[in-house]
């Protein structure tokens, strides 16, 4: 349903037309993505810098769209104050928290290779009915990073035939293993992350209140687990062999991960 708030000024649903517009800060990172792929492809300047541009932008735009599908889906199940709040227009600083979902991610990215999960998208649950939809709107972030991977390793499986710089390729294989590692963190099943809110709407009332409980503490639950070595082996184990099962060339990830890192020698 349309229609307008004043002269000139359509509505969508009640929402000005506006509020569903990218913002130019997603559109600079989108052209930060484009021109840093062009740069790496033609070797541009310091290769290893160009990759590092290549996968910390395309890192960003993919955060921002796994927000932007949990704010899209939210809204088409009910919560429509959603547009109000800027999260449709894919502006990263109109999340609830950009020091979790922006600057935190893109440091782990470069410190340990790990794209760490980042909820910052604030739903009204109560403007939500039914527990399918609640899941649903916690499951569009991680899907979203599943058929990310799926694209990537695609990628990697015909573009190489093309030509192109390896350092290209190995900063595509980096970006897919990225958005593999933020779809198996973002579906386990811990308070507070998407995978823990896929799970609440049908819990019991006396565990949906233990699990209210930890929620605020999720992401402290999570360091703690990968803190552990042998939970961080399993972690990483498992992730080494979906990689391998899908076809991404552990080779090419580990290459870009050492270029990213262009302070380095």
């Given at each position: 349903?349309?229609?307008?708030?004043?002269?000139?000024?359509?509505?969508?649903?009640?929402?000005?037309?506006?509020?569903?517009?990218?913002?130019?800060?997603?559109?600079?990172?989108?052209?930060?993505?484009?021109?840093?792929?062009?740069?790496?492809?033609?070797?541009?300047?310091?290769?290893?810098?160009?990759?590092?541009?290549?996968?910390?932008?395309?890192?960003?735009?993919?955060?921002?769209?796994h927000?932007?599908?949990?704010?899209?889906?939210?809204?088409?199940?009910?919560?429509?104050?959603?547009?109000?709040?800027?999260?449709?227009?894919?502006?990263?600083?109109?999340?609830?928290?950009?020091?979790?979902?922006?600057?935190?991610?893109?440091?782990?990215v470069?410190?340990?290779?790990?794209?760490?999960?980042?909820?910052?998208?604030?739903?009204?649950?109560?403007?939500?009915?039914?527990?399918?939809?609640?899941?649903?709107?916690?499951?569009?972030g991680?899907?979203?990073?599943v058929?990310?991977?799926?694209?990537?390793?695609?990628?990697?499986?015909?573009?190489?035939?093309?030509?192109?710089?390896?350092?290209?390729?190995?900063?595509?294989?980096?970006?897919?293993?990225?958005?593999l590692?933020?779809?198996?963190?973002?579906?386990?099943?811990?308070?507070?992350?998407?995978?823990?809110?896929?799970?609440?709407?049908?819990?019991?009332?006396?565990?949906?209140?233990?699990?209210?409980?930890?929620?605020?503490?999720?992401?402290?639950?999570l360091?703690?687990?990968?803190?552990?070595?042998?939970?961080?082996?399993?972690?990483?184990?498992?992730?080494?062999?979906?990689?391998?099962?899908?076809?991404?060339?552990?080779?090419?990830?580990?290459?870009?991960?050492?270029?990213?890192?262009?302070?380095?020698?």
């Open positions: 349903m349309t229609g307008y708030d004043r002269p000139g000024d359509p509505l969508v649903l009640g929402v000005p037309r506006a509020a569903f517009r990218p913002s130019p800060i997603f559109l600079a990172l989108v052209a930060l993505f484009v021109t840093a792929g062009v740069m790496t492809w033609n070797r541009y300047g310091n290769v290893r810098f160009d990759v590092f541009l290549f996968v910390v932008s395309g890192w960003l735009v993919s955060l921002c769209l927000e932007y599908a949990h704010a899209v889906v939210a809204y088409r199940a009910g919560d429509r104050d959603i547009a109000h709040r800027g999260y449709l227009t894919l502006n990263p600083l109109k999340y609830t928290s950009p020091l979790l979902s922006i600057v935190l991610p893109v440091v782990v470069l410190l340990g290779g790990i794209g760490l999960p980042g909820g910052a998208v604030w739903v009204d649950r109560h403007a939500i009915p039914g527990r399918l939809r609640h899941t649903l709107v916690s499951l569009a991680p899907a979203t990073n058929l990310f991977t799926l694209v990537l390793v695609a990628a990697l499986t015909w573009g190489p035939d093309l030509g192109g710089p390896l350092e290209f390729w190995a900063g595509v294989g980096l970006l897919a293993f990225l958005q590692t933020a779809s198996v963190l973002n579906l386990l099943p811990v308070p507070g992350l998407d995978g823990g809110n896929m799970v609440q709407p049908w819990l019991s009332p006396a565990y949906r209140r233990m699990y209210d409980l930890f929620a605020p503490y999720g992401f402290i639950l360091f703690a687990l990968l803190w552990s070595p042998q939970i961080n082996r399993v972690f990483f184990g498992g992730v080494f062999a979906v990689g391998e099962a899908l076809g991404l060339p552990r080779e090419l990830y580990q290459l870009g991960f050492y270029l990213i890192r262009f302070w380095q020698g």
